[in-house]
């Protein structure tokens, strides 16, 4: 039956009967419902339109109630769209905003619309209407291109969806050889989909005001500009700014134990690598280290049986130091030996702080004088502090993920199924990546007036990172086996990184398979292939070795590349910022400064020497401030596998999600379960506290 279709008997007696037909349509009535934004400053006062776009035509085009009336913050208003004939399957929603009074922009969540028969179909729209403007959204169901070769109107929907983001998302090469990036000078010229909710905004800015303020309290308190005179003096700066981990960390920072412990588990995890052969440039003899190593061993046996682990900073050597109101600061490339204690855990038994061997580089011993060996181990953790912020945190997870993030934008509509599955996972990351090129490390930001490789350094440090990145290493089954790390005890990142990443790639492939039925599939999808050559053509393009191909061949190579980006954007960005200010707000431990050279004579190294070396007041109240403004939990944070939008809309991919959502939950039991009784846990990895994007 076509619905509202009439009939009418004209019978004309001319010898029979006959009947006639006059077909005439009666309008028909669809319900649209409309959700707002829930977020600050969501709602609009301006006229909304909308027409509903069908296979059979158009609807009228609807002035959806009295403005200023309805489109509240967090409104879900329902509203009556008629149609003068059948508009058959529906293809898009048309929504248009024009100015009433003054302009007020509008966030749309969704919109849902129930067909004469009650068939509903739910169109999520997850974006801002700005000034006088009009948009067509898609149905929720993902679909790739081969779902919409044959309608012409969905693929033209496709192509003008693209331009439009190509136009507003563009690449810009920010300094030579590191990862391109947004074209944003700042975040005010990033598109407002890609900007902070206003509670996000406020918050981030208050928190670095209110870690500000306490910073210039402490200063005025403290006498500004002065060394400390002893290091319990860096006491003086813990006051409401701590947490339970710094706190411990002040105790037990002197404990070669607790030194090795965070080799393994502190905010740089992945620098530490197994030691089988002593480098020529560490000629550290046996003798030397003798008294570390149990009993009946020595050094060349516990060298073969894979218990010597080596930090390696030569990526450091000859970077030029910053200087700080005139005055210079140094650098280091050290090399320190770890062994693999049976009783005491893994504990550093050599320290060199050169690459270079000689009078005026000694090798420093835990037998050597107290004093000397923790101003050795204060200067690996100097280095610590440079790898992890500018490498392990800022190349490794921010620029990194920001490249898929710009490729997505610019290759992939928002009816794409990949689309669909990265978009919760690069919420908010061009906006914090752009506060970070325009705060942080730039010319006048905070690296530059406290951290030793502020300026120059900073980017000659990630260029000579990015020369040697790899795909490879972005997987964390590579990672710990190329490092050589696959056995070691009490290596927490480690295994709860290998449990959470069998868990996406577990739900990444139920993705990848629900909308793939082949490889032939992947290798078809023209949008996914584009979207692979602009990752690795220009958002890669400095970096031939990088390993990933610039063509996806299956849906094998497919899940692995997504399950890639999904980790290092929620895992490994968890694994190297969420802790910083545990093992950086005690100063001592993980100091972001050095005043003084490295000492080149043991037994000159007095309390006055490190002291004058350790950041100064005004650098140790800043590295605290910034470090618990940067790691502290987001109040507006999502937990891995939440999504607070729904870009999936079909029952099967829900299911999928909720899968997902359990098996975290297991995993999260599971390491409160390991946890449980530890004096020191491990929390940094659990599920509840991953993000689901780099956000901070």
């Known amino acids: ?21 006059n077909f005439t349509f009666e309008s028909e009535t669809y319900t649209v419902t409309v959700a707002t934004g829930t977020s600050e400053y969501s709602g609009t006062n301006n006229y909304i339109y909308v027409t509903l776009v ?44 024009q100015k009433y009074w003054v302009e007020d922009n509008w966030f749309c969540r969704y919109v849902i619309v129930t067909d004469p028969d009650g068939h509903t179909a739910t169109f999520p729209c997850l974006r801002w209407l700005i000034g006088d403007t009009k948009v067509e959204i898609r149905e929720g169901v993902a679909k790739t291109f081969k779902d919409d070769e044959f309608v012409p109107e969905l693929l033209a929907h496709r192509k003008a969806e693209l331009e439009e983001r190509q136009k507003n998302y563009r690449w810009l090469k920010w300094a030579p050889g590191i990862p391109h990036c947004i074209d944003a000078p700042t975040e005010a010229d990033l598109p407002q989909d890609a900007r902070f909710d206003n509670e996000k905004r406020s918050d981030f800015e208050y928190s670095l005001q209110y870690a500000l ?13 002065k060394s400390w005179d002893d290091l319990e003096d860096f006491r003086r700066i813990f006051w409401k700014l701590k947490s339970p981990i710094a706190e411990y960390c002040m105790e037990h920072w002197k404990e070669d134990w607790f030194f090795g412990y965070q080799c393994l588990n502190g905010c740089n995890p992945r620098m530490i690598q197994q030691c089988t052969k002593l480098p020529d440039k560490f000629p550290v003899t046996a003798d030397m280290v003798q008294s570390s190593l149990c009993h009946k061993t020595n050094l060349d046996k516990e060298l073969k049986a894979g218990n010597i682990f080596l930090l390696d900073y030569s990526i450091m050597e000859g970077l030029p130091a910053n200087v700080i109101k005139n005055k210079p600061q140094y650098i280091a490339a050290p090399l320190c030996l770890l062994y693999q204690h049976p009783d005491d855990g893994l504990i550093p038994i050599a320290i060199q702080l050169g690459q270079s061997p000689g009078d005026d580089t000694p090798i420093f011993l835990p037998k050597d004088p107290p004093l000397a060996w923790l101003l050795a181990k204060a200067w690996v953790r100097h280095s610590e502090f440079q790898i992890f912020q500018v490498l392990s945190h800022l ?12 490729a997505t934008l610019r290759q992939l509509p928002a009816v794409h199924p990949i689309y669909k599955l990265l978009a919760p996972h690069q919420r908010y990351t061009l906006e914090i990546n752009c506060r970070g090129r325009t705060q942080l490390i730039s010319s006048n930001g905070i690296f530059k007036r406290v951290v030793s490789t502020g300026g ?41 990184a290998l449990l959470l990443w069998d868990v996406i790639h577990n739900f990444v492939s139920g993705i990848v398979n629900l909308y793939y039925k082949s490889d032939c599939d992947v290798e078809k999808d023209h949008e996914l292939q584009a979207w692979i050559r602009e990752v690795t053509e220009e958002g890669f393009a400095e970096l031939p070795n990088f390993g990933l191909p610039s063509s996806l061949k299956g849906r094998e ?18 694994a190297t910022n969420n802790g910083q200010f545990d093992w950086c707000a005690w100063v001592p431990n993980t100091p972001c ?13 007095t309390m006055d020497t490190v002291m004058s070396t350790l950041p100064d007041i005004s650098q140790s109240c800043m590295q605290m401030a910034i470090t618990w403004h940067l790691g502290r939990p987001q109040p507006d944070a999502v937990p ?44 940094v990895l659990l599920p509840s506290q991953v993000e689901n994007s780099i956000t901070i």
């Open 213 to 225: 303020m306490e910073l210039s309290l402490k200063k005025l308190a403290i006498r500004f500009g």
């Open 593 to 605: 400064t050095m005043r003084l050279p490295p000492p080149t004579d043991k037994d000159a190294v």
């Open 640 to 683: 891995l596998g939440h999504y607070t939008e729904d870009h999936f809309t079909e029952e099967a991919a829900q299911d999928l999600i909720k899968t997902f959502r359990k098996e975290l939950k297991e995993m999260e039991e599971q390491i409160l379960s390991e946890n449980d009784g530890l004096e020191l846990q491990y929390l």
């Open 54 to 97: 069908g296979e059979q035509g158009e609807s009228e085009r609807t002035l959806l109630d009295n403005p200023g009336l309805d489109f509240c913050r967090g409104a879900v208003d329902e509203y009556k769209v008629s149609s003068p004939s059948p508009l058959g399957r529906l293809l898009l929603v048309r929504l248009e905003k």
């Open 1 to 21: 039956m076509i619905r509202g279709l009439r009939c009418k008997d004209d019978r004309v007696l001319t010898g029979e009967s006959k009947i006639s037909y």
């Open 395 to 406: 190349l490794r997870t921010h620029l990194v993920g920001e490249v898929f993030c710009v």
């Open 456 to 496: 120059e350094a900073l980017l000659i440090l990630a260029q000579r990172e990015y020369k040697v990145l790899t795909y490879r290493s972005l997987q964390p089954h590579h990672d710990f086996t190329d490092r050589g790390v696959t056995r070691i005890p009490k290596y927490f990142y480690r295994d709860h």
């Open 557 to 574: 190579e497919l899940t692995k590349l997504l399950a890639v980006i999904i980790f290092t954007c929620t895992a490994q960005h968890a």
